[in-house]
């Protein structure tokens, strides 16, 4: 049972635009809701985590967005960068245990 | 810091063989967790400790798989006997304590492919 999806496994944007990558969940328990960055042949690397209180967290270029009422999470990058070509996992905890989605290649096109 | 890490990078073995993995986790990480990521999916848990107690390993395959976490520091995740369905690359992430605050780092991951 598949309680994080991440229905599109690729995304193409041209350098400078904005790239928004989705996910959705399932289970209303989540408390937080993480988005991980995955170089080939590189473990996932944490990029930026919202709680399942707030609506909006912003890091620099990176900004998340949660709508508990949709079950909806998504990410945007402004502006995108060649160097953000990667795979992307949005997770969701409950408890201590973590569960992901399957991932978006992004790649950005300079 | 040093991150957490993994080896091999690369192993390939036949089916039916016994294959282990290593993990030495960033210094002070009281949580390690074994992960397995098969292409095109997301990690899934296989087997969480903190120190060397089992927090979870509910989705670990027993009949095959095996961890251990001897003195609460490296571990060892092995397979044995392996099947085809094996072929994934294997994560190993380690974390200060069990909640999100605390962040969570992986390592680069052994890549298995079982012929």
């Known amino acids: 049972d598949q309680q994080v999806k991440q229905n599109s496994p690729s995304l193409s944007v041209q350098e400078g635009r904005i790239s928004i990558l989705n996910c959705d969940y399932t289970n209303s328990m989540f408390d937080y809701f993480l988005w991980y960055k995955k170089y080939p042949a590189e473990g996932p690397t944490f990029l930026i985590s919202i709680s399942s209180i707030k609506d909006k967290n912003e890091d620099g270029r990176f900004t998340v967005f949660l709508n508990k009422s949709a079950k909806h999470l998504s990410l945007h990058i402004v502006p995108s960068q060649p160097g953000d070509s990667a795979v992307y996992f949005c997770?969701?905890?409950?408890?201590?245990?973590?569960?992901f989605g399957t991932g978006t290649s992004l790649t950005v096109i300079p | 810091e040093a991150g957490v890490a993994q080896s091999p990078r690369y192993k390939i073995i036949e089916k039916r063989q016994s294959v282990a993995f290593w993990c030495n986790p960033i210094?002070?990480?009281?949580?390690l967790y074994w992960y397995q990521q098969i292409l095109g999916q997301g990690p899934k848990l296989l087997i969480q400790?903190?120190?060397?107690?089992?927090?979870?390993d509910s989705q670990l395959p027993k009949d095959r798989f095996s961890a251990e976490r001897l003195k609460g520091v490296d571990s060892t995740l092995k397979i044995q006997p392996a099947k085809l369905e094996d072929s994934a690359v294997y994560l190993c992430a380690s974390s200060l304590g069990t909640g999100v605050v605390y962040g969570y780092t992986f390592g680069s991951g052994t890549r298995l492919t079982v012929v």
């Open positions: 997770a969701a905890i409950t408890g201590n245990q973590f569960y």
């Open positions: 210094s002070g990480h009281a949580t």
């Open positions: 400790f903190q120190n060397n107690g089992v927090v979870d």
